[in-house]
């Protein structure tokens, strides 16, 4: 069974640190395209940041470039999304999620398998 489990926000002051872990459980994130998107009240959910299934090359939106940094540990079957910097416009609902094939990591819809989400509340 596929499944996604994020985990790793919470409330933090503007200008803080936070790393969102996502746990990847029944398939193995090596060879599928990972992305993270949010959701913030009232707004679309938009894509953040992703890898590319083909090259593995990354993507960011440009509202987080410089702060955030997308990765994957291919041993721990995992997905992280670390933000630095953040700001209270970076409040959203977090989730990550997986597509078999996605050379163009940045369209939602090629995404087949989503976690559950995480809130992220940046305010002081």
């Known amino acids: 069974q596929v499944q996604l489990v994020e985990s790793g926000g919470g409330l933090v002051q503007p200008g803080g640190s936070l790393r969102l872990t996502c746990a990847a459980y029944?398939?193995?994130?090596?060879?599928?395209?990972v992305g993270w998107f949010r959701q913030a009240p009232g707004k679309e959910r938009e894509v953040v940041s992703c890898?590319?299934?083909?090259?593995?090359?990354?993507y960011y939106i440009d509202p987080v470039k410089g702060r955030f940094i997308i990765s994957r540990d291919n041993v721990k079957n995992t997905v992280y999304l670390r933000m630095a910097s953040l700001k209270p416009e970076d409040t959203a609902v977090y989730y990550c999620?997986?597509?078999?094939?996605?050379?163009?990591?940045?369209?939602?819809?090629?995404?087949?398998?989503w976690g559950q989400g995480t809130q992220v509340t940046v305010s002081s």
């Open positions: 999620a997986v597509a078999p094939y996605a050379p163009n990591c940045a369209k939602e819809d090629a995404y087949d398998y």
């Open positions: 890898i590319s299934s083909s090259d593995g090359s990354t």
């Open positions: 029944g398939f193995t994130v090596d060879y599928y395209a």
